[in-house]
C-alpha cells in the first residue's frame, strides 16, 4: 500500500519562503511522476506542479511558475516544493500525489492515484 506524507508546512511572511517534503512508503518512488496540488478554504484543489519520475522534466502552474521549485530525491523516496516569494494567495493546504504516469505531462487530480493527507501553508501579509 502507498503512503505519503507531507511535511514542511507552516506561517510565513509573505516575501518569505518554505520547503516541503513528500516522503513515499510502498512501491518504488522512482518510476511514477510526482505532483503537487492544494486547496485554499472555501475553493477547489488546484495543480501546482509536477515532475517526472527521473526529475529532468517538470511543469508549473502560470500562478508559481518563477516562484516555486519542485524535485525529488529517488534514493530516498522524497520528492520537495521549494517555495519562494510567498504570498497571501498561496495560503492553502498542500498535497503531494503520486501519477500513472512517468511523464509530468499530466497533471490532471485523475491522473493522479495516491494522495497525502496534506499540510498547511499559511502566508501573512
Known amino acids: 500500500q502507498v503512503q505519503l506524507v507531507e511535511s514542511g508546512g507552516g506561517l510565513v511572511q509573505a516575501g518569505g519562503s518554505l520547503r516541503l517534503s513528500c516522503v513515499k512508503s510502498?512501491?518504488?518512488?522512482?518510476?511514477?511522476?510526482m505532483g503537487w496540488f492544494r486547496q485554499a478554504l472555501g475553493k477547489e484543489r488546484e495543480f501546482v506542479a509536477t515532475?517526472?519520475?527521473?526529475?529532468?522534466?517538470?511543469t508549473y502552474a502560470n500562478s508559481v511558475k518563477g516562484r516555486f521549485t519542485i524535485s525529488r530525491d529517488n534514493a530516498k523516496n522524497t520528492g520537495y516544493l521549494q517555495m519562494n516569494n510567498l504570498k497571501p494567495e498561496d495560503t492553502a493546504v498542500y498535497y503531494c500525489?503520486?501519477?500513472?504516469?512517468?511523464?509530468?505531462?499530466?497533471?490532471?487530480?485523475?491522473?493522479?492515484?495516491?494522495w497525502g493527507r496534506g499540510t498547511q501553508v499559511t502566508v501573512s501579509s
Open positions: 500525489a503520486e501519477s500513472r504516469y512517468s511523464s509530468s505531462d499530466y497533471y490532471s487530480e485523475t491522473d493522479f492515484t495516491s
Open positions: 510502498g512501491r518504488t518512488f522512482s518510476n511514477r511522476a
Open positions: 515532475i517526472s519520475d527521473n526529475g529532468r522534466q517538470s
